[in-house]
């Protein structure tokens, strides 16, 4: 059987390798076949197309267009590279894939008349700070001070993420594109993200390779997106930028993990209130600063010395696999699917690839880790 060869434009394979992050030079360097295709002095085969699709992570339907596509972030992404107009391949892709698990969930809450997420876009950045924080507090259940009472950050997020799940929101927790270790989330583009729009199925992704105690500040900031129903990736709190929603998700986020009054009694040092409180010493030294507990000089010199130690990354302990898998396909989530299945509504083969996980390792997930 002769070999069917593929001829595609030139430009294709540029925007393709600089799609996905490569420096277009470099990468022709170390493979020299695309160089050759590039030059049109070879032509691939159709299985050699789709390994070097698979490499630049890129759709092979893409590439047999006749001119590059127009990608766009589905949401507005603040801060970071990806918020200065980087296009991030690894956030566009982590996004796309919980919009596709938000519009699965969304039509099978609709189809089963299960009640929706009462508070999703009810409020609105007209909101006082004070009141909104109490609003969430009455949501979740929470007293002023319950960020207080653990001792360790994981344990608070593990708690927040407890109490989010039961008033309906699915949170999903991981640090690389689906299971591809290759393909790590950094921090600096996305921290996380909340996927509201007019669904009844609300959706707060976090990245897993940040800190537990910035977690926390990136699950109150989501959840508070969820409230005035605005979707937005979020990539940090020490970031500059110009958004209304952002800096209101931001100053309610703020003062739900650090209530002023709390940390105005409970005061000694930023080390020591970032461990009471459970967050990082940024969030600690600028809550200090607009409540003029610390000077204008002292935050400066607190951010200089923040910078230049620099934002230690968090090591992966590698893990069980079940106690990560329902992290990354969210507890809530999972048992959805898993009522889905068993009353079939949906075929085992939709709930893989809803979750990522498939045959003996779905069966027992579902049936020892939710």
């Given amino acids: 059987m002769a070999r069917e060869y593929v001829t ?35 032509k691939p085969t159709i299985k050699q197309l789709e390994g070097f699709a698979s490499s630049v992570h890129v759709p092979m339907a893409y590439l047999l267009l006749p001119s590059p596509p127009v990608e766009t972030s589905p949401i507005p992404m ?23 698990r ?23 950045i007209n909101t006082p700070i004070q009141d909104m924080v109490v609003i969430i507090r009455q949501h979740l259940n929470l007293e002023i001070d319950w960020m207080m009472s653990f001792n360790t950050p994981e344990k608070a997020v593990n708690s927040l993420v407890e109490r ?29 993200f909340a ?66 009054v709390l940390l105005k009694e409970n005061w000694t040092t930023i080390e020591e209130c970032a461990k009471k409180f459970n967050v990082s010493t940024l969030v600690i030294a600028r809550r200090a600063h607009d409540l003029d507990i610390i000077s204008d000089r002292g935050y400066r010199e607190f951010y200089l010395r923040y910078r230049a130690i620099g934002k230690v990354k968090k090591k992966s302990s590698g893990g069980a696999f079940y ?15 898993y009522n889905a299945v068993r009353s079939e509504q949906i075929s085992y083969t939709e709930a893989y690839r809803l979750t990522g996980l498939y045959g003996k390792t779905f069966d027992k997930f579902m049936t020892t880790s939710i």
């Avoid at 490569?22 to 076949?33: I, M, Q």
């Avoid at 801060?79 to 596709?100: I, M, P």
């Avoid at 699915?170 to 689906?178: D, E, P, S, T, Y």
Wanted: charged share 25%; net charge negative; aromatic share 12%.
């Fill in 323 to 337: 106690p990560t898998a329902v992290k990354r396909v969210g507890r809530l989530f999972a048992i959805h699917v």
């Fill in 195 to 260: 996927l509201v729009g007019e669904t009844n199925a609300p959706m707060i992704f976090v990245n897993n390779s940040d800190s537990k105690n910035a977690q926390m500040f990136t699950l109150a900031h989501e959840f508070t997106h969820v409230l005035v129903g605005a979707s937005a990736g979020y990539a940090g709190f020490d970031g500059e930028y110009h958004d209304q929603i952002e800096t209101y998700c931001d100053k309610v986020a703020a003062e739900f993990l650090v209530p002023s």
């Fill in 78 to 100: 603040f801060r970071g590279k990806a918020g200065s107009g980087k296009f991030d391949l690894n956030v566009y892709q982590t996004v796309l894939d919980v919009q596709g």
């Fill in 8 to 42: 595609i434009p030139k430009e294709m394979y540029l925007w393709a390798i600089e799609r996905a992050g490569y420096d277009v030079g470099e990468f022709l360097k170390t493979h020299p076949d695309i160089a050759m295709y590039v030059e049109d002095e070879k």
């Fill in 102 to 124: 938000q519009e699965w969930l969304s039509d099978y809450l609709a189809e089963n008349e299960l009640d929706p997420c009462p508070f999703v876009g009810k409020y609105d």
């Fill in 164 to 192: 989010m799940e039961e008033v309906g929101i699915c949170v999903f927790f991981n640090g690389i594109v689906g299971n591809n270790t290759h393909r790590a989330l950094d921090v600096e583009e996305c921290r996380g």
